[in-house]
């Protein structure tokens, strides 16, 4: 399965692999779409680079894939299961902080996360991922960045690179307090 899904990747259009300029601010809108190589001040890794530091265990790992809102409407009795977030073991998941514009409460939610994550010390490097083609985690390393952490990785494939390697999984819920 592993090979049939890396030839799917490289067979993509060459339009699809075209060089994404970082925006000067966050990205605030289609999310799910191609991102950039790069994000300034911090340390882009792949899936196995995001392994090795796993397996060291001195990484913080912060999942930001957005959390599914149940929807509106729903007849009185109707029994609402979220879809499970299968994602790195030892992440914390803080959804929906990855958006171009927060409400203060989620900020001051993704702030509080943040100081759960590293131990309040902004030296210590924290990882943030969400799946491929997502802004999101890209919108959250760029946002730690300024409430200034330093040691920053971004992991852009996501959970879909990881789990494209076999590496392992389990089901996260998200930290409470959030939406």
Known sequence: MRHALALAFA?????????????????????RAPVPATLAGATVVDAEAAHALWQAGEVAFVDVLPRAPKPEGLPEGTIWREKPRHSIPGAIWLPNV?????????????????????????????????????????????????????????FPEGTDGWTLMDYPTKDLTPEPGGQ
């Open 11 to 31: 067979l993509l259009p060459l339009a699809a692999l075209a060089e994404v300029a970082e925006p000067e601010g966050f990205r605030e809108d289609d999310y």
């Open 98 to 154: 990855g958006y171009g514009r927060l409400a203060e409460v989620t900020e001051t939610w993704f702030r509080a996360g943040l100081q759960k994550a590293t131990g309040g010390d902004p030296a210590h490097p924290v990882l943030f991922f969400c799946r491929a083609d997502c802004w999101m985690s890209w919108n959250a390393a760029k946002r730690a960045l300024g409430y200034g952490y330093v040691n920053v990785y971004w």
